[in-house]
């Protein structure tokens, strides 16, 4: 996954100003105790990190 496919769909699911808020202040269990930002810029794989968003955030599964 590309990461502006990935961007796109954390807009489309948390809306585009709450997106980068999630991003950067939700910490995951699933992402080893990281946020999005930092399991991106430590090299997760973007189809990596939606997926724990998906688990996370409870995405519809037509939206996964």
Not at 24 to 49: F, N, P, Y
Request: net charge negative; hydrophobic share 40%; proline share 3%.
């Amino acid at each position: 996954m590309r990461l502006t496919v990935f961007w796109q769909r954390m807009a489309d699911h948390f809306g585009p100003g709450y997106a980068d808020s999630f991003a950067r202040d939700h910490v995951m269990t699933e992402l080893g105790g990281r946020t999005v930002h930092e399991a991106l810029d430590a090299g997760w794989e973007a189809k990596d990190v939606w997926r724990a968003v998906c688990a996370t955030a409870d995405v519809p599964s037509e939206n996964r």
